[in-house]
């Protein structure tokens, strides 16, 4: 015979579980309750060379109210280029007017999975108020694939050298980071 409070316990642990997962199975749902959304790509290029885990986000420029509001984001691979994710990877954006940001981070954490490093362009398009009145930056998303115009970033000699100076103090323990 068992004791009465294990099976007690048992019995509560299965039922906050399957309450759980029945909420999870809502949420996910057959995708009824999401945004529609189209497929967007684009490239980075720094200094005119394509630029490696760049990262992209969209922000709306219109009121969206709806439940499942989301920030399309991308991320570059090596060759600079790009697609648009909101619910599942590479899906696209809503339809809609966007002002696209980036940031190109340094990896960092202990196993390099973070972008929590320094911004190598020094922000400087890292914040809407900066971004929305340059050439490309303000996109609009249509019920079609949309395929952006290159972004041709700007690296400054200045913030170049800073970052490998700063790489090369970390790598060779010269001295603490300023």
Request: aromatic content about 8%; charged content about 25%.
């Amino acid at each position: 015979m068992q004791h009465p409070c294990t099976l007690r316990t048992v019995r509560r642990a299965l039922r906050a579980v399957a309450a759980l997962a029945a909420v999870g199975l809502a949420s996910c749902g057959d995708g009824r309750n999401l945004h529609k959304v189209y497929p967007v790509k684009g490239k980075v290029l720094v200094n005119g060379q394509p630029a490696n885990e760049c990262q992209i986000y969209l922000h709306r420029t219109f009121d969206d109210d709806h439940p499942f509001r989301v920030t399309p984001q991308g991320l570059t691979d090596k060759n600079g280029e790009f697609q648009i994710t909101s619910y599942h990877p590479h899906d696209g954006a809503p339809e809609g007017e966007y002002v696209v940001t980036i940031e190109w981070r340094e990896r960092s954490g202990l196993m390099k999975t973070d972008f929590d490093g320094p911004d190598q362009l020094n922000g400087a398009y890292a914040k809407v108020e900066k971004t929305k009145g340059l050439p490309g930056f303000v996109v609009r998303v249509g019920r079609q694939p949309l395929e952006l115009s290159p972004f041709a970033l700007t690296q400054s000699a200045e913030v170049k050298r800073k970052l490998e100076e700063s790489r090369r103090r970390r790598f060779d323990g010269s001295g603490p980071l300023r």
